[in-house]
């Protein structure tokens, strides 16, 4: 009984002795992480290990942030210039639209007024009827229609089509000049894309969560700016480990 007591004690302090540390931990993890392009592994503390099925388990936590926190401020950069030449054009269109607005307004008003005043054949027809003219009534109507041609009215609607049309050519224009840029029409997806870039897909769900965690308690969901905020992801995990000739290595 006593050889089994001081066997088990032996083997309990071969265990403690033996048990995995941070950087057991740490090489796991970076092993795990090793296809990230743009991300590390920060900040890891073991919190707990038991034995459990021939594997130690250990639980730990861990944070994730950027290689290059600085590149954050370049994306911001990017954003706020392409955000400034998106409201300009937006203004610039905006006025457009009003000029367009206020031409078609009096264009419609001029209409009425040259439409009711251009002179109907019938009214030069000796019957009364517009179906034929004699050719003295087709040259008194002539030049009625080329008089009714030159009437204020007339020649002001002519000027105001015109300027429709080039106004139109310009709203084309702006139009195909709009500005773009995919990190100012989707800013969380490209941030999110640059931590996750080469990152498996258990990672890049494990980023992806505590990004939106992080905007969640920023309380700034509306603020696509709050997206280049530097952030470290807290993280918990358990990893079951075995004891190799090169040291601790996480069980496959």
Same mark, same amino acid.
């Given at each position: ?161 015109? *300027? &429709?049309?080039?106004?139109?050519? $310009?709203?084309?224009? +702006? %139009? /195909?000049?709009?500005?773009? !840029? ?39 969901? *509306? &603020?696509?700016?709050?997206?280049? $905020?530097?952030?470290? +992801? %807290? /993280?918990?995990?358990?990893? !079951? ?12």
């Amino acid at each position: 009984m006593k050889k089994q007591l001081i066997l088990s004690s032996l083997l309990v302090l071969a265990g403690c002795n033996s048990a995995p540390g941070n950087n057991d931990i740490e090489n796991s993890l970076n092993q795990k992480f090793s296809s990230c392009q743009n991300i590390q592994v920060v900040d890891i503390h073991k919190t707990n290990g038991y034995e459990e099925d021939g594997l130690y388990k250990v639980e730990f936590t861990y944070g994730i942030k950027l290689k290059d926190p600085s590149t954050l401020k370049s994306m911001k950069e990017e954003y706020q210039k392409i955000a400034q030449d998106m409201e300009t054009w937006k203004q610039e269109r905006y006025d457009l639209v009003l000029i367009m607005d206020e031409n078609d307004a009096v264009k419609e008003n001029l209409s009425d007024i040259v439409e009711g005043s251009m002179p109907k054949t019938a009214a030069f027809s000796a019957d009364g009827k517009s179906s034929y003219l004699t050719e003295e009534e087709s040259i008194q109507y002539n030049l009625a229609k080329e008089k009714w041609r030159q009437s204020p009215e007339y020649l002001k609607h002519e000027e105001i089509k015109a *300027e &429709d049309t080039k106004l139109f050519n $310009q709203l084309r224009e +702006l %139009e /195909n000049k709009m500005p773009k !840029a995919h990190i100012y029409s989707a800013t969380k997806e490209y941030v999110i894309s640059h931590y996750i870039k080469g990152c498996p897909h258990e990672i890049t769900l494990n980023i992806l969560r505590g990004l939106n965690s992080k905007r969640s308690a920023a309380g700034s969901k *509306e &603020d696509p700016e709050q997206w280049f $905020q530097e952030y470290t +992801l %807290e /993280n918990q995990a358990t990893i !079951a480990m075995r004891k190799t000739e090169k040291g601790w290595v996480a069980a496959k």
